[in-house]
Structures are given as structure tokens and as C-alpha cells.
């Protein structure tokens, strides 16, 4: 064992300790029953929910834009996707609030669409897909320049387009991008800026009435003390974990 390898294990210590005992004392010296309750666990499930839903669309979305980055040299648009994780990410709140108000130009075809972004599940979607996309493109990206790239030049020698190579490519990356979506999942269920402007409460949608998990956790630190914030906490950073082990699994299983 060298000395790299016993200060990686410390400093792996240090960033643990807080976490575990964020855990023992929320669920074994508080143990707050109102963390408990049903109206905290509307709140996990309206995060998981979203957050699920913002990794899909980030698969759907930018998996091609991944793909494009990875084989082609593009300055500009590879500075543009790291934009929403450059900025405060109540700036993405904010942003989504005025993309739909009367100032946009936009305005009218949200209305004709039925879309409104303020204090709804599409609000929070959009904020999630927003701060997890650059996640999601980064991670993407680095699986498909691991892969090799011999069959794809073979294809076009063949005469196959960029479209048929394109879902040749992705038929073999499926586990990066399980991977790479649970990665985004884990960023978009620890948003709290975003959302906090644009979908405080979730008043229309799934789970119409409930603030997401961050929200409440916010909210009960403020009004209630840290005894309930820190068992709520404590049920969140457990389902943090489940999130993360499932992800090491899909990255060390063959």
C-alpha cells in the first residue's frame, strides 16, 4: 500500500464522515417523526419522479449531441453545453419564469401549447433537464470516446450514413447510457436553486400539492429546527445512496 493510496482512502474518509453522520443522527438522536410523514414522502417521490423524468429526456435529447462532440471538433457548441453549469442555478429559475411571461417572445405559443412553467411539473422538468444535461453530455461523451472507433469507419467505408453508424454505435451503448443517465438523475434530484424560483410548489401536474424533498428539507430547517431538516435529510441521503449503488454496479459488472 503507498502513500497515494492511504491518502486517497483518508480523503475518501473525510467526504464520507459528514454524510454518515448526517445519517446516525437523523435516524438514531433525532429521529423526527414529521420527517416521516406522508407529506415529506410525497416530496422524495415527486424528486425521484423528476428526476427519472429528466434523465430520460436528457437520453433522448442529447445523447446525438454526445455522439457529435465526441467525433467532431465543434469550439462553440462545446462551450455552450457547459453554460447552464457555469451560471448560479436560481439564474435557471429565473430564466424559466420569464421564458413563458408576457415578456417573452415565446409567450404566445406556450399559451396556445397550454404550457406554463411556474410552480408545475413542467417548470421542474425543465429546470432538471437543464443543470443535469451538461452532466449527462460530459459523461456520454467519455464513454464514446472510449470506444473504439475501427467499426464505425469499416461501416462508412461500406457506405453506411452517419444516421445507420449513429444507431449502430448507440445499440452498443446501452450500459454508458444507463450510466450516464443515473449520473444526471443523481445531479437533478440534489437541485435546490432552480427549483426553489420557478417550482416551489408543485401545484398542477403528478403530485399536485407537493414541494420537492430539497424544498421541505429547506423549509424545515427554517421553520421547525434542524431536528426535523436533519432526519429528513438523513431519509434523502439513503435514497442517495440506493441511486449510487445501483450506478457503481452498472460501471463494475461486465
Request: aromatic share 16%; no cysteine.
Amino acid at each position: 500500500m503507498n502513500w497515494f493510496r492511504l491518502l486517497g482512502i483518508f480523503l475518501s474518509i473525510i467526504l464520507a464522515v459528514p454524510v454518515l453522520f448526517l445519517i446516525y443522527m437523523g435516524f438514531f438522536v433525532f429521529k423526527s417523526p414529521q420527517a416521516f410523514s406522508q407529506a415529506f414522502y410525497s416530496g422524495v417521490e415527486l424528486s425521484v419522479l423528476s428526476s427519472a423524468s429528466a434523465a430520460g429526456i436528457d437520453f433522448a435529447l442529447f445523447t446525438p449531441l454526445a455522439y457529435y462532440l465526441s467525433r467532431e471538433k465543434d469550439f462553440i457548441t462545446d462551450s455552450l453545453v457547459d453554460v447552464p453549469a457555469s451560471i448560479p442555478h436560481p439564474i435557471v429559475g429565473v430564466a424559466l419564469v420569464f421564458l413563458d411571461s408576457p415578456y417573452s417572445p415565446f409567450y404566445k405559443i406556450f399559451q396556445d401549447l397550454g404550457i406554463n412553467f411556474f410552480d408545475t411539473y413542467y417548470g421542474l422538468i425543465s429546470a432538471l433537464v437543464i443543470v443535469s444535461a451538461p452532466i449527462y453530455i460530459r459523461s456520454m461523451k467519455n464513454y464514446f470516446d472510449s470506444m473504439p472507433r475501427v467499426y464505425e469507419e469499416y461501416a462508412r467505408s461500406l457506405g453506411a450514413g452517419m444516421g445507420r453508424v449513429y444507431l449502430m454505435v448507440i445499440k452498443n451503448s446501452l450500459k454508458g447510457a444507463l450510466s450516464s443517465s443515473l449520473t444526471s438523475m443523481s445531479r437533478a434530484m440534489s437541485e435546490f436553486g432552480s427549483i426553489a424560483i420557478v417550482a416551489y410548489y408543485v401545484l398542477y401536474g403528478p403530485l399536485a400539492g407537493t414541494s420537492p424533498a430539497s424544498i421541505l428539507i429547506y423549509e424545515y430547517y427554517g421553520y421547525y429546527g434542524p431536528q426535523v431538516a436533519v432526519t429528513a435529510s438523513a431519509i434523502m441521503i439513503v435514497v442517495g445512496i440506493i441511486l449510487l449503488i445501483s450506478l457503481k454496479l452498472i460501471q463494475y459488472l461486465k
